[in-house]
């Protein structure tokens, strides 16, 4: 089990670093963030996750109970913004130039896979706390 967590503490540092240069736009251009009410809402859940990926991926580590509810937190926030444990996969398409249909498939297993993640956080986190 402590691999499994391990494994999960390097999907969020997975995920950290494919989304620093995002997270410094970000910041840097704050004030070139538009009107609409759904592009301020992904900023403003964007920017704690991303802070908090830090902090779940230091608690999954070493296998501390911060990490696993920072990960609970995390949960709907990683839905809603689309910050998924294994949505690196979703660049796989363009990468080895495949269609549109491939990132369509890939992120679906995303969003599957999170609540995978989920369950075995769960299933660990009763067993060791």
């Not at 995978?116 to 299933?123: H, M, N, V």
Request: net charge positive; charged share 15%.
């Amino acid at each position: 089990m402590k691999n499994t967590t391990r494994f999960f503490a390097l999907l969020d540092i997975i995920s950290i670093v494919l989304l620093a240069k995002q997270f410094w736009q970000i910041l840097t251009h704050l004030n070139e963030i538009p009107d609409q009410v759904l592009s301020q809402a992904k900023v403003v859940l964007l920017l704690p996750l991303f802070v908090s990926l830090f902090i779940s991926a230091a608690g999954l580590l070493l296998n501390k109970k911060f990490g696993f509810i920072t990960y609970y937190i995390q949960f709907p926030f990683r839905l809603v913004v689309w910050v998924f444990s294994i949505g690196f996969i979703t660049y796989l398409p363009e990468a080895l130039n495949l269609g549109e249909r491939w990132f369509d498939i890939l992120f679906r297993i995303c969003f599957i896979a999170e609540f995978f993640r989920l369950y075995f956080t769960i299933k660990i986190h009763r067993s060791s706390f």
